[in-house]
């Protein structure tokens, strides 16, 4: 079991910057792949950043150059800095861990955090 709690959110002006965090606990260990995803009202989930299982980094393009994703693995925390936010960066963002429960049989499942409100004003 791994639990995720996200903060950071908020309410801030276009073109200004957040940084959301995302503390782990639990079997932290069995951690495959983390990172974030956003849900904006009325359109699908989708992947903004995260970092593989062999610990490089992937991004979606609407958040390349303007988002970096990081972690402290000494404190089992992710986090996204968020620059130069733009109106259609307006989302719940979600933590999300991909984790191995067992090797015999393999078996992964996802956990998701609550989600943490970003509105970005123009």
């Known amino acids: 079991q791994v639990q995720l709690v996200e903060s950071g959110g908020g309410l801030v002006q276009a073109g200004g910057s957040l940084r959301l965090s995302c503390a782990a606990s639990?079997?932290?260990?069995?951690?495959?792949?983390i990172g974030w995803y956003r849900q904006a009202p009325g359109k699908q989930r989708e992947l903004v950043a995260r970092?593989?299982?062999?610990?490089?980094?992937t991004y979606a393009d609407s958040v390349k150059g303007r988002f970096t994703i990081s972690r402290d693995n000494a404190h089992n925390t992710v986090y996204l800095q968020m620059n130069s936010l733009k109106p259609d960066d307006t989302a719940v963002y979600y933590c999300?861990?991909?984790?191995?429960?067992?090797?015999?049989?393999?078996?992964?499942?996802?956990?998701w955090g609550q989600g943490t409100q970003v509105t970005v004003s123009s």
């Open positions: 999300t861990a991909e984790v191995l429960l067992t090797i015999i049989p393999f078996e992964m499942r996802d956990y």
């Open positions: 639990g079997t932290t260990s069995s951690i495959h792949t």
């Open positions: 970092f593989t299982s062999t610990g490089s980094t």
